[in-house]
Structure formats: C-alpha cells, structure tokens
C-alpha cells in the first residue's frame, strides 16, 4: 500500500504569491506580517491582510504558519504579544520561531498556538530536538545539511513532527550560524537581511554558491522516510514561481501519471544553473556548487504563460474549487430581511433591515439578482437560476442593505464550512489581554553559583579572562606565558579531538600544576549531528579523567548531552556548563530559558556594547554581580560554519588528522581564513580581521568576563595579543576591526 505524502507547504511572500499556493494544491502555506519574519525585503502582510488569508485557506482546509523566526533585541520583545494577538484570534494555525525568549512568550501567552522550531535554529540531532520539545515545540525544520537517514533518525528518537525543504536555494552556512553579512556590511541573516556573499566570487571562482536543491526525485524516498511536511523554499520569488512548483509537487506527490514537463519546467524557474539532491544523500561535494557563478537560468515565458492561466488568473482552480451556492430571499413588508443559503447538505440562514413597502419604484427580481450574484474574490459561485425571491408585493430595500445582508449570509455559510471541517473554534479563540510594552519578570539564574560549597574550593567569582586556543601551537605559546592572575582556558573540541591531544594536555597539566586559581573548560564543538555523539561522549569522559571544570556548548543538542552526563555522575555536579554566543541571548526571556540548563553564559557578537549593557542591566537590575557572564574582547569571528568543504571542492578532500587552515579571498583583495575541521568534517570561515576592543575594557572590567578567541593566529601573534591583555604592554601588529562595539545590526 502507497504511503500518505506529508503536508505540502508552500512560501508566500506576497498576497498574490499566497492565493497561488493555495489555488496549486499547497497543503500549507508560510508567510510573514510586516515584523520579526526572516524576509525583511519580501513584501510581507499586513494584519488584515494576515486575517483574510487564514479565513481564505482553512475555508479549503489549508493550514497557515506565520514566520516569527528572527532574533528579537530586548526592547523589541514586548511588542511580540500585541503584534500575535489578532492573528492568534483569527486562526492562525502555528508560528516557526528561531528566539528562544520568543519561543517561551508564544507558549505562555498563546495556549494550543502550535510552536515549531526553525531551521535557522539549527537542529541537527534528536537531542536538540527534545530540548525544544521541552519549550513546547511540536514540529521541527532540521538543518538542511541533514541526510535523509539522519532526519529519519532524528523523528523516531523524538517523536516530533519534521518539516524538510524539497526546493529552493540552499544556504553554504548552516542557517542560524552565519555572520558573514551581519560583520560585513551590518545586514544580518539572523534578522532577515541577509546580503547573500556566499552568492559573491573567491579567488576567481563562486565556492560557496551551491546549487539550487531539488528532490523531485526522492520524493518517494521521503515520503518512505515518515518526513510529516515537505516545505518548498522562496518567499522572496515570484507567484508565477510558487504556483509552478507547488503544483509540480502537488502531482508527483499524488501520483499523476505522466509528469516529467512538470519536472523539466522546473528547472525553467529561478534555478541557479542547475540543482542538486542536496545533503539527502551527501555529506558535502563539489558537484552541489556552482563554481562557475550563481546566476539564474532564464524563466521560460510559455511556462509563466501557462502558470498564470492555469492559477493565476482563475478565480477558482481544481485545488480550490468555488463552493456552489443556492438562495432564497424572503422580503415582506415590516419585516426583516430574510436570505437562506444552501451549499451542498450545508445550510445558513441571516436577517437583515427591516423591509418598506415600495413608495415609488419597487425591486424588480432582477436588480435583487444583481446584488446577490456579486460573489467575486469569494470561494462562492452561484447562477442566477439558483435564487428565488420571494417578495409579499411591492417592496423597497437600499442596495446598501442587499449588500451588507449578502455579505452576511456569506460569511455565516463560511462559519458553516469551517465547521464542517473542525476548524470554527479556532476561528472563535479569544485573544488574552496584553499589558502594553511590559512582559512579566524573567528568573534568570546566571551569576548566582558561589565560591562557597564549589567541590574543588576554586574561586570562581569575579572578573576574569577566558582564553579560547583553537591550535597546538596557540596552548604551548600560552601555557609558557608569564600570567599569575586567575584566568580560565578554553580548548577547542576539535584540538582536543585531533593528533595534537596528547601534547596538548600533558602541556596543559603542567600549567596547572600547584595552581587552583586555573580552570579548564572544553569548548564544545558547533553542531553536533547524530555521528558527533560518540566524540561527545569521548570528550565528556576526557573532562571526567582530567579534571576539567566545565564545557560550553555552543548548540542546544550539547545542553541536553551534558545535562544526561551530569545526571549519569559520569561529571560531577560541581561541573559547570556555559552556553557560547552562538547559542543567542539577545532577551531577557532567552536568558532565562538557558539560565535553567546552564551556569554560564556569553553575550552574542552582533549586539553593539550599548545594547548588551541595556541586557546586562535589564538582566541584574538587582544588583547582583553577573559572574556567569563572558563578552568576547579580542577574536576573528565565525562567519560560517559550514558542512561543505572548500578545500574539498578545490583541491580534494584531506582525510586530516588534525585541523589545518585554507583561505578566501574576496574580490577586494580581503583574505579570510577557512578552517577545514577533519574531526567533524565541517568548515569554519573566519572574518578576515579579528575585533579588537582593548581600548574599552574598563566599561566592562568588573561586569563579565572578558575572552580571548583565538583562530589563525601563530605563535607570535599569539604572543601580542596575550601581552596587550593581560598585562598592558606592547601594540598589535597586525590590522584590527572594531566589530559590533558601536554599530548595531539592522
């Protein structure tokens, strides 16, 4: 027996763009209000128009998300509950959400509002899946770069709903964990402004542009797979463009014979030169990029042609069908308005004003016809035979009132539909009442930990620096520095995983030698997929053997490891863990949703300092001292972290034993450095200048922590930097940047 496709969810961008994925056969449509979506630059809704759209589709029985999937800045927040209201009201069915603190303040306000995880939240593992089925998400849209086995995985250990693209532009980075945009010209990803450079040329070529994905021809493999919704890409496209591919795949997933024009005119529509199966069946490769450029093939106009007679300008499609409807008006002098109407074995029936006798030109059968056939833009359609009037002699009603008592019989036979389908009552949910601009307080437990009761006695309050050493020769260079005060290392998942290990820990246990001001942390790696949980568990054992204090993750799937660690007294309780910028706090609400599952925390890179003091502040306006709190200082950011390889693509892939560096460089002559991560067969694209904010430390001393992110640098670079910090001494040689100190992002 055939397996039941998923749920086909289609993008809309625009209201024209939203009606064709409803009229081409979506199950489901996504889309955005004029805030907090991820495509600032489409043209988006506005909330009457939101309102119409959702009465629009479930009255065909497809369901309506709203994207609320960007990074909320604290002051933004409280606007949150008063933009959902309406829409929660009108029907809305669910919201794909990436803010943590805009996830708990949808499941607080909105019960039974659906909550589901976006991609940009990057969930690569089951693990990161039940975090956020915690928060009370129930659906998931897994990182693209998932193969098919793994998102099979991934919903049979959580027993979530999965959503997974089958179309569309493909994104180098995994989404959610790129700053490439965001540091370079302060349009960022994370909010919806992404100015695309991996579309951009390197070293003469385009190896981060990958093509196009396609799964057209899995689409059975998927199905097969339980995969609960297959999402198409594209809220920035044309509705000529929706419409095509939502029926394209509309017929491949319901069988229809004889398909293969649907299969070639899609690669007539917004393809970048070609497409590819994506990560379903690969981990990386240089057959998925367009080395030669991005560009777009040209959009066949006998296909555009068709799409808009087939969906476009059809007021009604064989996906969306006019409902057929019957009248009968009763009009009486003295009376109300009668009009009944029948739509199959559904039945509705609405008075209107009172009735006059006719005192010069009566209603004739014809002009009351007129009226009531004005059914356009409706999902209705009615003939003129299908009326009866029935009028008690001469009779005069105001052609306003025929109007408003036949939108009224419209819109009770609407009610009737919907209930004929289980969705009236939530066409009757009652928004609650929001207080303007103010959100409940947040407990947030950073910074309460003491030195008192601490297994090992180690001081841990207070400021101190974070040294993060990403290379054999960045530990050796710093474990021979000259430094006496309290400081904490960072060594990178990856060092501690390569050939390298060993010289680096027997390094590292003589450093700490007689000195229990020096702690040690594993800075855990960026994502971690299903084949990434034995080296979890290795390193997690590591930690135990050697004493480690503590970890920061740098993803919710490590949260949720390192709690079951913890739990199992493979760690201790005195363990501590710390979340990494890359897991974002740009809320108070988000803080206090790691704030239950970590000690620590560090602030995210694209707040400027004002901002991050207003988090600080709004976060300890008590008084308490923010001891748990890091603030990058010093440090090349990661503007990628990607599962492609460029080495891989240009030279050949290295099968290394260790971590080692390759570069890009920019059409401006702008070189950055590319880590090519063997252990986790990943990428890491550096900004070509680290930030440097020496010269405002004293804002800072005594308010957090203060790291040192080192990535490229070698021994001697090491050494400035080391000596600008920790003791006041000497300049940088090299060219710095300011980062986002002074430029907030968009």
Same mark, same amino acid.
């Given at each position: ?5 998923? /749920? ?78 309406? +829409? ?19 499941? @607080?306000?909105?019960?039974?509002? &659906? ?45 979530? @709903? ?38 951009? *040329? ?70 970048? #030169?070609?497409?590819? &199966?994506?990560?379903?069946?690969? !981990? ?80 004739? /059968? ?31 009603? *105001? ?23 289980? $969705?009236?009552?939530?066409? !009757? ?6 207080? /303007? ?15 008192? #009761? ?30 006496? &005060? ?28 007689? %000195? ?45 490891? $390192? ?33 239950? %599952? ?8 694209? +707040? ?7 988090? $600080? ?13 890091? !603030? ?80 490229? &640098? ?33």
């Amino acid at each position: 027996m055939k397996k039941k496709a998923g /749920e086909l969810l289609a993008p809309a961008g625009s209201r024209e763009a939203f009606y064709a994925a409803v009229k081409a056969g979506a199950d489901a449509v996504y889309l955005a209000g004029k805030s907090f979506g991820a495509r600032a630059y489409a043209d988006n809704f506005s909330e009457e128009e939101l309102s119409e759209c959702i009465r629009y589709a479930h009255l065909y029985g497809v369901r309506v998300y709203l994207t609320v999937n960007t990074l909320v800045k604290e002051e933004e927040l409280a606007q949150l509950p008063g933009f959902m209201a309406p +829409l929660y009201a009108a029907g809305l069915d669910g919201v794909i959400v990436q803010d943590l603190g805009v996830l708990r303040v949808l499941r @607080e306000t909105f019960p039974g509002l &659906e909550l589901h995880a976006s991609t940009q939240m990057s969930v690569t593992a089951a693990e990161g899946a039940l975090f956020l089925k915690d928060q009370g998400v129930c659906r998931v849209v897994p990182a693209r770069e998932l193969s098919l086995e793994e998102v099979r995985t991934l919903k049979q250990e959580s027993g979530l @709903e999965v959503e997974c693209f089958i179309h569309g532009a493909l994104c180098y980075c995994y989404s959610g964990k790129c700053l490439f945009s965001s540091m370079l010209g302060g349009r960022s990803g994370n909010r919806g402004r992404c100015a695309q450079p991996c579309r951009l *040329p390197y070293d003469g070529e385009y190896p981060l542009s990958l093509k196009d994905l396609s799964a057209y021809d899995i689409t059975e493999e998927l199905t097969d797979a339980e995969i609960d919704s297959f999402k198409i890409e594209g809220r920035m496209k044309s509705s000529e463009y929706v419409a095509a591919v939502t029926n394209a795949y509309r017929k491949k997933l319901d069988g229809v014979k004889n398909a293969e024009r649907d299969a070639r005119d899609l690669l007539g529509l917004y393809v970048r #030169g070609e497409t590819s &199966e994506g990560y379903y069946h690969r !981990r990386n490769g240089r057959e998925m990029v367009s080395l030669d450029g991005p560009g777009y093939n040209g959009q066949e106009e006998r296909v555009l042609e068709s799409v808009r007679d087939s969906f476009l300008r059809p007021e009604h499609t064989t996906y969306a069908p006019a409902y057929p409807l019957s009248m009968e008006l009763y009009l009486a002098p003295g009376s109300v308005a009668v009009l009944n109407l029948s739509c199959g074995d559904l039945y509705a029936s609405v008075n209107g004003d009172t009735v006059q006798a006719a005192q010069k030109k009566p209603l004739s /059968e014809e002009e009351i016809k007129k009226q009531l056939l004005k059914l356009g833009g409706s999902v209705f359609s009615c003939k003129a035979e299908e009326i009866s009037v029935y009028a008690e002699g001469d009779v005069f009603l *105001p052609v306003a009132a025929l109007n408003a008592l036949r939108r009224k019989g419209i819109a009770a036979m609407e009610e009737q539909i919907l209930e004929s389908k289980g $969705l009236a009552e939530l066409h !009757r949910r009652t928004a609650p009442a929001i207080p /303007e601009n103010e959100l409940p307080p947040v407990n947030c437990a950073f910074g309460t930990w003491e030195t008192e #009761g601490n297994a090992d006695g180690r001081d841990r309050t207070g400021t101190c620096y974070e040294i993060l050493l990403r290379t054999k020769e960045q530990a050796l260079t710093f474990f021979d520095f000259a430094f006496d &005060e309290p400081c904490r290392v960072l060594l990178e998942e990856s060092l501690l995983g390569s050939s390298d290990e060993d010289a680096v820990l027997a390094s590292l246990l003589d450093w700490r030698a007689g %000195h229990p001001e020096r702690s040690v942390f594993v800075m855990l790696n960026q994502v971690r997929r299903k084949d990434g949980v034995k080296l979890f568990e290795r390193m997690a054992a590591m930690c135990a053997g050697k004493g480690f204090d503590g970890a920061y993750a740098r993803c919710t799937e490590d949260l949720q490891l $390192l709690e079951a660690v913890k739990a199992s007294g493979l760690l201790p309780a005195s363990f501590l863990t710390g979340t990494d910028h890359g897991l974002y706090v740009w809320n108070r609400e988000a803080a206090g949703v790691l704030s239950e %599952h970590a000690d620590l925390m560090t602030l995210p890179l694209e +707040l400027s300092a004002r901002e991050q003091e207003r988090l $600080l502040f709004d976060l300890f306006e008590d008084g308490a001292k923010p001891r748990g709190i890091s !603030r990058v200082v010093y440090g090349r950011a990661v503007l990628m972290v990607s599962a492609g390889c460029v080495t891989k693509t240009r030279k050949g892939c290295l099968n290394g034993s260790k971590p080692s560096f390759d570069s890009l460089t920019d059409r401006y002559g702008k070189t950055f450095p590319v880590l090519t991560d063997c252990v986790h067969c990943q990428n890491l694209i550096f900004n070509s200048l680290p930030t440097d904010l020496h010269k405002h430390l004293e804002k800072w001393e005594g308010k957090c922590n203060l790291r040192l992110e080192f990535s490229a &640098e070698g021994p001697e670079e090491t050494c400035e930097v080391l000596e600008l910090y920790l003791k006041g001494a000497g300049n940088l040689s090299f060219p710095v940047t300011g980062g986002y100190e002074s430029r907030p992002v968009e």
